[in-house]
Structure formats: structure tokens, C-alpha cells
């Protein structure tokens, strides 16, 4: 395979395998699916790669995709007889070699549990454990790693929120602020809050960019506004909020902050102490680490305060018959035993970013973004959802749109098993922005640090294929 003027041929350079597309529909099975050559098998000439993804022959630096990908063992296989372009990023990420020794070299090395024993195993977990806690706060640069709880995923630690600190803090008439924009996991819990305790919701709607609107927001917030609920980076219209002017405005009137950076934390510089949002959510998976854990940043003052979310080991202080004294936090919203492996693996991930740089992650996927936006614009009949990229406007390394008259489902199905290429379709945990945008889906496709734009110019002659392939039914 080669890249000539932008366009990915089908025939192999000299250092490269060649492959060839099956026309037909074939059921995806474990049996379609064999490992690909590594990076460096593929083509040598890869890691010399230039930050243009010019393919061979023009500068010696390599992209940091082409840098990384070697990293994740995942990325380097066939998906019915092509090469695998991962491009669905938004809903997980891949995980490095790092992350996987870590999490084998616990289960095999010193898996115990933690807290709980004084023998050499137990203490060495404790130890693993409580370090990964202080790599996330060291990451995120929160004040003390005791305002980092760990939790199953963002989603519980939003519920850990909305049922400790809402139950207590939320009466009739008090006020929640969103936009319309969030994902279901930031939308749901309050709607429960608001059932339980009388709160109003209310809504932000977007600008005629199709970004929310801040300064519809602004003037919503009132001393009956409460809580300000919002994401950092939007997972459909790959927008940026200006968290740090939000904060502000809602801390002028008395408000709470929580702020959802499922898609910023694992791709950008995320500074809780600069952001003085008052809560923080994120999830590993999506930061190169594993499923099942994730994290909420609390303020040390407002976790204090917070009556425990579950009960059980662990959350305690004294259990008397008759009565529980609990533990300081974050123990106080850690009940039964945690998620250490995951834990461990979280540290690894967080290393591993670390060592390559937020801020550099960062530039690559701000080139990548536009590269994306850019090229997905030029095929015909294609609506992009969300703000145009500019010198003033910054998007995230992802595009949702439709094709006119094809369904976004008939779009991926057809990508992966014609093209290996895997995007998202649905609705990505958002009905009521896609119903806002007079759609009840859409395809996404989602870069990470490891993408290249070899991989976008391969999704976009495969979609090229695919509008041309439905077309053909009209």
C-alpha cells in the first residue's frame, strides 16, 4: 500500500505487504480476524515517517502516530483480509504494551487485596494502589491525591455526585444548569436528583455553530442556580467550553461546578487547580488504561462534607450494631474491595502519557483534527456535525456526520467488513443533541495520538467506496 497525492493505493511499496479487500459481506467472527504484522514489519520506512505522513521518502522525523503505534500490539491486524483503521477512539481507547505487562506483572507477581493485610503481598498492592491514586492527581495537578476517588467509570462517579453531594445539598426550586449537548451519564443522574429533591433543570441549546452557548448560559445562572453540569470536550460536536470563564461566572453566583473530561483528560492538558472546577470525572479506558475504573476529582472541603454514597468494608471508621462511623475520604466512597489491578494498569497508562507529553499529544491531534474535518469535508453529500476549525476555534480529533440517504449503521457496517476501517454509529449517548440536530443518528469517526493521517486518508477513500457501493442501489 502506498499513499501518492493524498490518495492510498492498493499497491505495496517495496517495504510494505500488500493486501486485498473482499467484495462480499462475510458475518464478522473471531475466525476473520488474524494479527497483522507490527509497524516495523509492515515497513521499515515507517518509523521514519515525516509529521505529514508522507509515505516514504521526505523528512526524517516520524508523526508521533507513527512513533506509537509499534506500542499497541492491538493495531497491527487484519479485519476480513484489511489492514485495521482504528478510528473509534471517543468510545475507548487501545492500550500500550506498558499497560499490559502492568497488569500481568500484578495478577501474577503480587495480587492481594489492599488495606486490609500486613503480609508482603497485601502491602506491596496497598502500595501499587495508592501510588496510581497519586499519579492521577499529580496528572490532573490537584492539590492533595485525597481529592481523588477511584470509581468504576465516569459515570458511577457522577452518581456518586449527584447521590451524596445532590441528595444533601438540592432542595424545591433549587436550580441544575446543562447544556444539551451531554452525554446521557451527565443527564440522567440529575433528572433522578430533580424527581427526588424538586430541582429544576435547565438547559443550554446551541449557537448557530453548533457549539453551546455560553452566553446563553451565562445569563441563565441566577443565586437559585446550584450546580453547573457540563462536558469540557463535546463526544459528538467536538467542541471545547471555556471551562475556566464557566467557573467563574457560577462561582459569582454561589454555584457548584462538575465538569465531564471523558475527552479532554486523554487529550489535552487538564489542570484542575487552574480549571477551580469544584468536581472532575474521567475514565481510564479512554486514556489508554483499563476498563473498569475511572475517577472523580472532589474538592478536599466539599468531599469532607459528602455523606457516603455506598456502604460496606472498607468505608468505615467503627461498626456498632446500632450505628457506622465512617472513614475520611477517599476511603469514605471506596466501599468493597477496589479495582486494583485496574488501578495499577490506570498508573501505567498515566506514565505512559506522561512520558510522551499532554501538550505534544495535544499539537499532533489538533493537526490530525484538521486533517479530519478537512478531508471528510471534501466528499459530497456529507453533513459534519459541530463548529467549523479556525484560528480562533480549536476542534477535537473527531467528526460525527451523515451521508445523504445512508444510514450511518449501513456506513460502519460496510467500512469494517469491506475496509477494516471501525467508526461508531448511533447515538452516541446523546438523543438529545442528535434530536435537537433533527437526526436520530449519526456515524463517528475519533483519532487518538496513535492515528496517523495515513489512517484518515484510508477512512476516507473507504467511505468514498461506501457512498459509491449504496449509491449504486439509487
Known amino acids: 500500500m502506498s499513499s501518492v497525492g493524498g490518495a492510498i493505493t492498493k499497491t505495496p511499496c517495496s517495504s510494505c505487504l500488500s493486501f486485498t479487500r473482499p467484495r462480499s459481506l462475510p458475518t464478522p467472527s473471531l475466525f ?21 505522513d508522507s509515505h516514504p521518502n521526505s523528512q526524517p522525523l516520524p508523526s508521533l502516530g507513527y512513533a506509537t503505534r509499534p506500542d499497541f500490539p492491538i493495531l497491527h491486524q487484519e479485519i476480513n483480509g484489511s489492514k485495521l483503521v482504528y478510528l473509534d477512539n471517543a468510545a475507548t481507547s487501545q492500550k500500550p504494551t506498558a ?32 501510588l496510581a491514586r497519586k ?9 492533595d491525591s485525597r481529592e481523588i476517588v477511584f470509581t468504576r ?27 444539551i449537548a451531554e452525554h446521557h451519564s451527565n443527564v440522567v443522574p440529575w433528572q433522578i436528583m430533580a424527581q427526588k429533591t424538586g430541582a429544576v ?5 446551541l449557537t448557530d455553530d453548533e457549539v453551546p452557548d455560553v452566553e446563553a448560559l451565562k445569563e441563565l445562572l441566577s443565586r437559585k442556580t446550584k450546580l453547573v453540569v457540563l462536558h469540557h470536550v463535546s463526544n459528538m460536536l467536538a467542541s471545547v467550553l471555556p471551562i475556566e470563564e464557566i467557573v467563574v461566572w457560577a462561582h459569582d453566583v454561589g454555584s457548584k461546578v462538575l465538569v465531564d473530561a471523558c475527552q479532554s483528560v ?12 469544584d468536581f472532575l470525572v474521567a475514565s481510564s479506558h479512554k486514556m489508554c488504561g483499563p476498563t473498569g475504573i475511572g475517577f472523580l476529582y472532589g474538592k478536599s472541603e466539599l468531599l469532607a462534607a459528602m455523606p457516603p454514597f455506598l456502604g460496606g468494608g472498607e468505608m468505615i471508621a467503627d461498626v456498632f450494631l446500632d450505628h457506622s462511623t465512617y472513614a475520611e475520604p477517599p476511603s469514605r466512597f471506596e ?64 467528526c460525527c456526520f451523515n451521508v445523504e440517504d445512508i444510514h450511518p449503521t449501513d456506513i460502519a457496517t460496510f467500512l469494517d467488513q469491506q475496509h477494516g476501517v471501525a467508526i461508531r ?32 486518508d484510508e477512512f476516507i477513500n473507504a467511505l468514498k467506496d461506501t457512498i459509491s457501493f449504496f449509491s449504486s442501489f439509487k
Open 266 to 277: 486523554p487529550h489535552m492538558v487538564v489542570d484542575v487547580q487552574n480549571l477551580d472546577a
Open 135 to 143: 499519579k492521577v492527581a499529580t496528572f490532573i495537578n490537584a492539590s
Open 99 to 130: 499497560v499490559l505487562n502492568a497488569l500481568h506483572n500484578y495478577y501474577e507477581a503480587y495480587n492481594s487485596n489492599v488495606h486490609r493485610g500486613v503480609h508482603f503481598l497485601s502491602a506491596k498492592a496497598t502500595d501499587a494502589y495508592e
Open 425 to 456: 454509529s448511533g447515538h452516541h449517548c446523546a438523543q438529545p443533541l442528535h434530536r435537537y440536530l433533527g437526526i436520530n443518528a449519526s456515524a463517528r469517526a475519533s483519532l487518538y495520538f496513535y492515528n496517523t493521517k495515513q489512517d484518515v
Open 335 to 398: 466501599a468493597g474491595t477496589p479495582a486494583i489491578g485496574e488501578a495499577v494498569g490506570l498508573g501505567a497508562a498515566i506514565d505512559y502519557l506522561s512520558g510522551i507529553g499532554m501538550q505534544k499529544i495535544h499539537e499532533y491531534e489538533v493537526e490530525l483534527a484538521n486533517y479530519l474535518y478537512g478531508s471528510l469535508r471534501e466528499v459530497p453529500n456529507v453533513r459534519i456535525y459541530g463548529p467549523a476549525p479556525s484560528e480562533t476555534v480549536t476542534r477535537a480529533a473527531l
Open 32 to 52: 476473520n480476524l488474524k494479527l497483522w504484522p507490527p509497524v516495523r514489519t509492515l515497513c521499515a520506512a515507517a518509523v521514519s515517517l515525516s509529521t505529514t
Open 201 to 205: 433543570l435547565k438547559f443550554v441549546s
Open 153 to 179: 467509570n465516569a459515570t458511577e462517579a457522577i452518581n456518586l455526585v449527584a447521590y451524596s453531594w445532590g441528595l444533601t445539598n438540592l432542595k424545591s426550586g433549587d436550580e441544575v444548569v446543562l447544556t
